[in-house]
């Protein structure tokens, strides 16, 4: 399963900016899609999360700013971010969570997959 990301760019402060996520190959089943971030000098942190059943989790220093959304039918999950902060600026990563075909209609085995990342630069 290969995903790639999307939509990156420098934008100022309060600008708005959409990230998108495409998802391709096989698979059985994704349990759920998420958007992390990487600063310069720290950790990967889990910015938003949609489950399979449309279960939403969303970091607290985004939440009400940013909203994460998946099309099944295109295969894409979104990260629409709004009032955009210089501490905004990171690598933004695309994250899937499933299952890899199985027999018949089983599923297989987990997988977890990472897209390339895309450079979110907020100035202020």
């Known amino acids: 399963v290969q995903l790639q990301a999307s939509g990156g760019g420098l934008v100022q402060a309060g600008a708005s900016l959409r990230l998108s996520c495409a998802i391709s190959g096989s698979?059985?089943?994704?349990?759920?899609?998420?958007?992390?971030?990487?600063?310069p000098g720290k950790e990967r942190e889990l910015v938003a999360r949609i489950s399979s059943a449309g279960d939403l989790k969303h970091a607290a220093d985004v939440e009400g700013r940013f909203t994460i959304t998946r099309d099944t039918a295109k295969k894409t999950?979104?990260?629409?971010?709004?009032?955009?902060?210089?501490?905004?600026t990171a690598v933004y990563y695309c994250n899937a969570v499933g299952f890899l075909p199985g027999r018949g209609w089983s599923p297989g085995r987990s997988f977890t997959s990472w897209g390339q990342g895309t450079q979110v630069t907020v100035s202020s």
């Open 27 to 39: 698979y059985h089943s994704i349990d759920s899609m998420a958007w992390y971030r990487q600063a």
């Open 77 to 88: 999950c979104d990260l629409h971010m709004n009032s955009l902060k210089p501490e905004d």
